[in-house]
């Protein structure tokens, strides 16, 4: 008999537990918990396949609970998906830091929560987040300067620039770009999370994660993956060389 997946929703409001338990029942077995210390207390105890926990919580936040599973050896692989409420950007990027494998906004919808607990349920391995292609010219500033490049392609977590100077991994940097069509440039912070130079040393290929991004360019990128997307979700971002 094939096992059955289990599913954490860990969340301070009785009505999301409720709601989370019956969009998600057909997927696994959904076991639910009212606070952060309670969530990670049943992780370690029942080994969830996937984790899905609000940001804002009295006591232990849902950041904080991403972070200690993270440090946890027999849980650090264990997707986690944070639902965040309100328009601050910097809860995104508090998601992002804490190493939330996917970030879904409140009102949640049952297709946007389904969908994003659906894709690590399907595969052994953590899948990517759907990316598509995308040529723009993207400006990138850290510490008062400038560097330019273009992107090749993009997803709702991150972007793909050829840029023209390396810059180090773990790097955070303020990006703005325009994506097709749209009426003003986007602006968001990002981190370097992958950096490769050409031969020369001239240019280099840096994979950059998406940090504050506020709720409107959130919408527009979705739209312009959704739209645009075409094939099965390819991996985000290459695995970093060694020592790179």
Known sequence: MERQHKILIIDDTAMFRELGSIFLARFGVVITASS????????????????????????????????????????????VVLILGGENPRDRARAVRAGADDIVAKPISRIDLVDAVNRYLRSPRKPGLTRVDLETKVCIRESGAEAWGRSTNLSRGGIFVKADRFIPVETEVELEFLLPEAPAPLSS??????????ASGATAGLGLQFLALDRESSRQIESFVFERASEPSRPELPPPSRGS
């Open 189 to 198: 912070t990002a981190r370097v999370v992958w950096g490769e130079k050409d």
């Open 36 to 79: 952060g210390e309670e969530g990670l207390a049943l992780a370690r105890r029942n080994r969830p396949d996937v984790i899905v926990t609000d940001l804002h919580m009295p006591g232990m936040a849902g950041d904080a609970v991403c972070e200690q599973i993270r440090l946890d050896p027999d849980l650090c692989d264990t997707p």
